[in-house]
């Protein structure tokens, strides 16, 4: 989040599900379960955002979590609508995808979030769809890496590191070094506060994106 004079900016990170076609090791939300995001939570707490004092609120980066994304591509389409009804200023939609759902829903979505992106004008890094492509994944079969391929603002990312945030499966893993995750994560300098709002599909907020789903229900809850 940064700050001039009365303008304020922010990312979100909204979790659209806590469901899972995979049940890969490392994952740091841990045991998958069967709840969905309910739209009207980004919609309360985007109206609440914009009633700060003083302030002239708007969003920079949104960040759409899970679970698996795609398993819930028509509520990231209301999402993405409620956003704009807030927001009128250049931002960036980011979607991080085990890349194995590929239906007719997908595919429409796809195209329509890749416009999203170009209509943004955004030069953010975050402005696209990431396969997790890594060694806790299965290869993606050639369909599916033919399907990603076509668009050139899907990335792959591989997150082949030494080390595993120290979160729901990852703890079981022992070969690779732990990193700690805090409850809270707010970076302050000169110049600005950087915060992300991690929405969940309880509906609660929380400043860090990185928690399993047991630790966000035994933290305390800061909103």
């Avoid at 995001?37 to 759409?64: A, M, P, R």
């Avoid at 698996?68 to 927001?87: Q, T």
């Avoid at 997150?159 to 700690?180: H, M, P």
């Amino acid at each position: 989040m940064e700050i001039y004079d009365n303008f304020l900016t922010c990312d979100i990170v909204i979790e659209t599900t806590r469901r899972c076609n995979l049940s890969c090791e490392h994952c740091l939300r841990g045991e998958k379960e069967n709840i969905d995001f309910n739209t009207k939570f980004l919609d309360i707490f985007l109206s609440k955002l914009k009633k700060i004092k003083g302030y002239e609120f708007q969003l920079s980066n949104v960040v759409f979590s899970g679970g698996e994304p795609f398993l819930v591509p028509n509520i990231i389409r209301e999402l993405i609508e409620i956003i704009k009804k807030y927001n009128d200023n250049e931002l960036s939609y980011y979607i991080a995808t085990n890349g194995t759902i590929i239906n007719e829903d997908v595919k429409n979505f796809v195209i329509d979030y890749l416009m999203e992106c170009v209509n943004s004008y955004s030069d953010s890094e975050l402005r696209c769809i990431e396969i997790s492509n890594d060694i806790y994944h299965e290869p993606l079969t050639e369909e599916q890496e033919n399907f990603w391929k076509i668009f050139k603002m899907v990335g792959f990312r591989n997150s082949r590191t030494t080390s595993v945030l120290n979160e729901g499966r990852a703890r079981n893993i022992v070969d690779k070094e732990k990193v700690e995750v805090s409850d809270y994560e707010v970076c302050i300098s000169d110049y600005d506060i950087d915060i992300v709002f991690y929405l969940n599909c309880n509906g609660e907020i929380l400043l860090n994106c990185d928690l399993s789903y047991d630790r966000q229900r035994n933290i305390p809850y800061p909103f």
